[in-house]
C-alpha cells in the first residue's frame, strides 16, 4: 500500500532573534560547511553587516552567525552558470544591499546507467499522474523555513558503506540524457541502519515512484535533508530526532541498480553536494567509469 504524509509546514519568526547571539537576525552555528563557489557548491560569504534578511535567485538565505561574525550560506544550483552572482541583504530599516561572489565551472563525470524496467525510464501516464502528485508533496516540505530550529553544519554520515555514486553525475538511462546526480549514494546491505546525521523534525515519508521509501528531515533554517529507496521507515511525521538516531534501513525501493542510500542535501530550495557537510568522510570513495557505472548500486535521484 503506497502511503504519503506530510507535516505542515510552520514559519517561525522571532523579532529578537537568538538571546545568546550578537547578531539578532542570524542563526548561532558552531561550525560552517566547506565553502565551494561552484555549480551545486555551497558559498560562505561574510556579510560584513547586520542584515536581517538574505536572499539568492528568489529564494531566502540562510543568515549564521559563527566566531563573532555574520555570514550568508548560500546553495548553488547545479544549472547556475559561472561568473559574478548576487545576494541580496536586507537591513533592520529596510535598505537594501548587493553582495556579489563568483561561481566557477566544474565538470562533472558522465555516468550511463541500464533500467530494466522501462516504465521507470519513461513512466506512462497514469504513472506521471501519481509522479506529479508525489513532487507536489515533496517540494512542500523542501520548503520548510523553521526558525526554531539550529541548523548543524558538520554532519554525521547517515550509513556505513562506500560511496558508489557521487554528487553532481550527468546522468544517461538507457542512453537517455536525464537530470544530473542530485545526492551522494552510498552502497551497503539490505538491512544496515540508517541514521539522522543531525538533530531535526520529520517533514514528510512516503513510497514514492522514483525514490522509492522515503523520508525528508528539516533542520532549519532552509537546510533540508533527504532520504531514498530504504527498505524500512522507522519514523513517525513531526517526530523530533537527534544526531545517530536510527531512522531506517537501507533497500532498493523505486529506480535503483542495487541496494544503497541515496542522500540528499536541500538549501535555500536547491540541492547541493552532501560532501562539503561532512566533517571527516569515512566513505570509501569509488570511481564510476562510464563502462563500470551500471554495475555500481545507484539511482536516479
Given at each position: 500500500?503506497?502511503?504519503?504524509?506530510?507535516?505542515?509546514?510552520?514559519?517561525?519568526?522571532?523579532?529578537?532573534?537568538?538571546?545568546?547571539?550578537?547578531?539578532a537576525w542570524a542563526v548561532p552555528v558552531s561550525s560552517l560547511p566547506t565553502?565551494?563557489?561552484?555549480?551545486?557548491?555551497?558559498?560562505?560569504?561574510?556579510?560584513?553587516?547586520?542584515?536581517?534578511?538574505?536572499?539568492?535567485?528568489?529564494?531566502?538565505?540562510?543568515?549564521?552567525?559563527?566566531?563573532?561574525?555574520?555570514?550568508?550560506?548560500?546553495?548553488?544550483?547545479?544549472?547556475?552558470?559561472?561568473?559574478?552572482?548576487?545576494?541580496?541583504?536586507?537591513?533592520?530599516?529596510?535598505?537594501?544591499?548587493?553582495?556579489?561572489?563568483?561561481?566557477?565551472?566544474?565538470?562533472?563525470?558522465?555516468?550511463?546507467?541500464?533500467?530494466?524496467?522501462?516504465?521507470?525510464?519513461?513512466?506512462?501516464?497514469?504513472?506521471?499522474?501519481?509522479?506529479?502528485?508525489?513532487?507536489?508533496?515533496?517540494?512542500?516540505?523542501?520548503?520548510?523555513?523553521?526558525?526554531?530550529?539550529?541548523?548543524?553544519?558538520?554532519?554525521?554520515?547517515?550509513?556505513?558503506?562506500?560511496?558508489?555514486?557521487?554528487?553532481?553525475?550527468?546522468?544517461?538511462?538507457?542512453?537517455?540524457?536525464?537530470?544530473?546526480?542530485?545526492?551522494?549514494?552510498?552502497?551497503?546491505?539490505?538491512?544496515?541502519?540508517?541514521?539522522?546525521?543531525?538533530?531535526?523534525?520529520?517533514?514528510?515519508?512516503?513510497?514514492?515512484?522514483?525514490?522509492?521509501?522515503?523520508?525528508?528531515?528539516?533542520?532549519?533554517?532552509?537546510?533540508?535533508?533527504?532520504?531514498?529507496?530504504?527498505?524500512?521507515?522507522?519514523?513517525?511525521?513531526?517526530?523530533?530526532?537527534?544526531?545517530?538516531?536510527?531512522?531506517?534501513?537501507?533497500?532498493?525501493?523505486?529506480?535503483?541498480?542495487?541496494?544503497?542510500?541515496?542522500?540528499?542535501?536541500?538549501?535555500?530550495?536547491?540541492?547541493?553536494?552532501?560532501?562539503?557537510?561532512?566533517?571527516?568522510?569515512?566513505?570509501?570513495?569509488?570511481?564510476?567509469?562510464?563502462?563500470?557505472?551500471?554495475?555500481?548500486?545507484?539511482?536516479?535521484?
Amino acid at each position: 500500500m503506497q502511503f504519503h504524509r506530510i507535516l505542515a509546514v510552520t514559519l517561525v519568526s522571532s523579532l529578537m532573534g537568538p538571546l545568546f547571539s550578537s547578531f539578532a537576525w542570524a542563526v548561532p552555528v558552531s561550525s560552517l560547511p566547506t565553502s565551494s563557489m561552484v555549480p551545486g557548491g555551497v558559498a560562505v560569504v561574510a556579510t560584513g553587516t547586520d542584515a536581517i534578511a538574505a536572499e539568492y535567485d528568489d529564494d531566502r538565505v540562510m543568515l549564521a552567525e559563527y566566531e563573532g561574525e555574520q555570514y550568508a550560506i548560500v546553495g548553488i544550483p547545479l544549472s547556475a552558470r559561472p561568473g559574478s552572482h548576487q545576494l541580496t541583504l536586507t537591513s533592520s530599516g529596510g535598505a537594501t544591499e548587493t553582495l556579489s561572489f563568483t561561481v566557477t565551472d566544474k565538470q562533472y563525470v558522465e555516468q550511463r546507467l541500464t533500467i530494466t524496467n522501462e516504465r521507470q525510464v519513461n513512466p506512462n501516464n497514469d504513472d506521471m499522474v501519481r509522479i506529479n502528485r508525489e513532487s507536489a508533496e515533496m517540494n512542500a516540505a523542501f520548503s520548510s523555513w523553521d526558525e526554531s530550529l539550529e541548523p548543524v553544519m558538520q554532519m554525521r554520515v547517515p550509513t556505513e558503506g562506500p560511496r558508489s555514486s557521487s554528487f553532481g553525475l550527468r546522468r544517461f538511462f538507457n542512453d537517455q540524457p536525464r537530470a544530473p546526480h542530485s545526492g551522494m549514494d552510498i552502497a551497503a546491505p539490505e538491512g544496515t541502519p540508517i541514521y539522522a546525521p543531525a538533530p531535526g523534525i520529520i517533514r514528510a515519508t512516503g513510497n514514492y515512484f522514483f525514490n522509492g521509501n522515503t523520508i525528508i528531515i528539516d533542520h532549519g533554517h532552509g537546510l533540508i535533508t533527504l532520504y531514498c529507496h530504504m527498505n524500512t521507515i522507522d519514523v513517525e511525521v513531526g517526530a523530533r530526532v537527534e544526531t545517530g538516531e536510527q531512522i531506517g534501513k537501507v533497500g532498493q525501493t523505486g529506480r535503483v541498480t542495487g541496494p544503497h542510500l541515496h542522500w540528499s542535501i536541500n538549501l535555500n530550495n536547491v540541492r547541493v553536494d552532501p560532501a562539503l557537510f561532512i566533517t571527516e568522510d569515512t566513505l570509501t570513495e569509488e570511481t564510476v567509469a562510464e563502462d563500470t557505472a551500471a554495475e555500481q548500486p545507484t539511482s536516479d535521484n
